[in-house]
């Protein structure tokens, strides 16, 4: 979607029905607003050309110790599939130690959604010392990458649920779907629109070619990461007559490589955050 509104001063762009992308010219020059770049913070230069310091949520310190908070957590997650398809990688320990690595691999994706619901929800919030109470969770249903943030936290809580139930698991195969596969396929399902939002986002579209730019990379790479997720999550059903090995075997595959999907965009955002440029002037 693209609407002219002032001829060639102002033009604003998004996937329907959102705006990601704002072009102004203000004061004889020619600005660039991007969704994604304001609501982590990124047009670091303009803020200094203005003289305003940063809230403390949209600081490089802030986004790269998130991005390395989801490193950790899709680490261990990469730990637990491999300790799943090869159960020689642990043995000799007790036979939770694989599940236990899936449970607090999630605690730090929570941790780190939280962190982005967190800096989604004080987007507006600019400037250091204004005033302004920072909100907890907000609500910004116009804007998807607070949409993105919320339903990525909601997801990871999911898998919280998952991976706790599932040290223990309950005997049954509909105990087991109810208490292990349910959950995962709720955070599975919530990730892969989470994912989606912040690929439109970043994209200003509904779908959009690889560009030149990292946050794009980060954004499409996480969408992938998602949809393995979800292909693990759908084969981790359990049906009456019992699992079958070779379907298990596919869908810790799929795990690990989606958590290997998430420790590189997260990898990325890092570096993101160290080398953002002046994405303000167009």
């Given at each position: 979607?693209?609407?002219?509104?002032?001829?060639?001063?102002?033009?604003?762009?998004?996937?329907?029905?959102?705006?990601?992308?704002?072009?102004?010219?203000?004061?004889?020059?020619?600005?660039?607003w991007?969704?994604r770049?304001?609501?982590?913070?990124?047009?670091?230069?303009?803020?200094?050309?203005?003289?305003?310091?940063?809230?403390?949520?949209?600081t490089?310190?802030?986004?790269?110790?998130?991005?390395?908070?989801?490193?950790?957590?899709?680490?261990?997650?990469?730990?637990?599939?491999?300790?799943?398809?090869?159960?020689?990688?642990?043995?000799?320990?007790?036979?939770?130690?694989?599940?236990?690595?899936?449970?607090?691999?999630?605690?730090?994706?929570?941790?780190?959604?939280?962190?982005?619901?967190?800096?989604?929800?004080?987007?507006?919030?600019?400037?250091?010392?204004?005033?302004?109470?920072?909100?907890?969770?907000?609500?910004?249903?116009?804007?998807?990458g607070?949409?993105?943030?919320?339903?990525?936290?909601v997801?990871?809580?999911?898998?919280?649920?998952?991976?706790?139930?599932?040290?223990?698991?309950?005997?049954?195969?509909?105990?087991?779907?109810?208490?292990?596969?349910?959950?995962?396929?709720?955070?599975?399902?919530?990730?892969?629109?989470?994912?989606?939002l912040?690929?439109?986002?970043v994209?200003?579209?509904h779908?959009?070619?690889?560009?030149?730019?990292?946050?794009?990379?980060?954004?499409?790479?996480?969408?992938?990461?998602?949809?393995?997720?979800?292909?693990?999550?759908?084969?981790?059903?359990?049906?009456?007559?019992?699992?079958?090995?070779?379907?298990?075997?596919v869908?810790n595959?799929?795990?690990?490589?989606?958590?290997?999907?998430?420790?590189?965009?997260?990898?990325?955002?890092?570096?993101?955050?160290?080398?953002?440029?002046?994405?303000?002037?167009?």
């Amino acid at each position: 979607m693209s609407k002219d509104t002032h001829a060639e001063e102002h033009l604003q762009a998004g996937a329907w029905p959102f705006v990601t992308l704002r072009r102004e010219t203000r004061d004889g020059r020619r600005l660039l607003w991007r969704a994604r770049d304001h609501r982590k913070g990124l047009f670091r230069h303009r803020r200094a050309l203005e003289h305003v310091r940063a809230p403390a949520w949209q600081t490089a310190r802030y986004n790269w110790i998130m991005g390395l908070v989801f490193v950790i957590g899709a680490s261990l997650f990469m730990a637990g599939s491999a300790m799943a398809l090869y159960p020689k990688l642990v043995s000799g320990l007790p036979g939770w130690t694989t599940n236990v690595t899936f449970f607090i691999g999630s605690i730090p994706f929570t941790t780190a959604a939280y962190l982005q619901l967190f800096q989604a929800a004080n987007a507006d919030q600019t400037a250091a010392g204004s005033g302004v109470r920072p909100q907890l969770f907000g609500w910004s249903p116009e804007s998807p990458g607070w949409l993105s943030a919320a339903t990525q936290f909601v997801g990871t809580v999911a898998f919280n649920f998952n991976t706790f139930d599932a040290i223990n698991a309950p005997k049954g195969w509909v105990a087991q779907n109810l208490a292990i596969w349910t959950p995962g396929m709720i955070g599975s399902v919530l990730f892969l629109v989470s994912a989606y939002l912040a690929y439109i986002e970043v994209g200003h579209a509904h779908f959009s070619k690889p560009r030149r730019e990292l946050g794009w990379w980060i954004a499409a790479i996480n969408l992938v990461g998602c949809i393995a997720f979800m292909i693990a999550s759908t084969l981790a059903y359990v049906p009456r007559h019992g699992v079958s090995v070779g379907l298990m075997d596919v869908s810790n595959a799929n795990l690990w490589f989606g958590a290997f999907c998430f420790a590189l965009a997260a990898a990325l955002s890092m570096r993101e955050a160290r080398h953002a440029g002046d994405n303000a002037a167009a």
